[in-house]
């Protein structure tokens, strides 16, 4: 053999092997990450997050997990656990859940933004990021009353 065959070997097994590799490597798995705005009156609670036990068959599975990534850095958060029946317009309308809530509390006096990122493993497995943009405002009127209580 000559001395070109030689080098080449090593260069090319390697680049062989990760060729074989990518091929036989699945895919990733896939996180969907929402973004979305929400305004808080100041030194009220508000919820940012609601999620029921049940499968995309509407069937009741575990409770879902909720992870806070990046925490609020003007506030503090809540979870809360309960049961509730599903929104009509809900995609499982009308079927009573047990929920995983998340509740924001903008800390004393402040207002002006803050933000928090949480990853959502539901029911079904699936894991969702959610990036909640939070501007703490001295309104006195939420605009969706539910979502302003410490209830679920």
Not at 8 to 34: D, E
Not at 62 to 82: D, F, N, Q, R, Y
């Amino acid at each position: 053999m000559d001395a070109l065959t030689l080098v080449s070997r090593p260069i090319a097994a390697p680049a062989a092997l990760a060729a074989v590799w990518l091929c036989c490597a699945g895919p990733a798995l896939a996180q969907t990450t929402v973004t979305r705005s929400e305004t808080v009156p100041a030194g009220k609670q508000a919820r940012l997050v609601i999620v029921p036990n049940l499968k995309k068959d509407c069937s009741t599975g575990p409770m879902p997990e909720i992870k806070v990534t990046t925490p609020p850095k003007s506030g503090s958060l809540i979870t809360k656990a309960g049961k509730l029946k599903t929104p009509a317009k809900y995609r499982c309308p009308n079927k009573d859940a047990e929920v995983q809530a998340i509740f924001y509390q903008p800390n004393s006096g402040y207002t002006g933004p803050d933000g928090v990122v949480v990853e959502i493993k539901n029911s079904d497995g699936e894991v969702e990021k959610r990036d909640i943009r939070i501007t703490v405002g001295k309104d006195d009127k939420p605009k969706d009353e539910k979502k302003s209580t410490t209830d679920l």
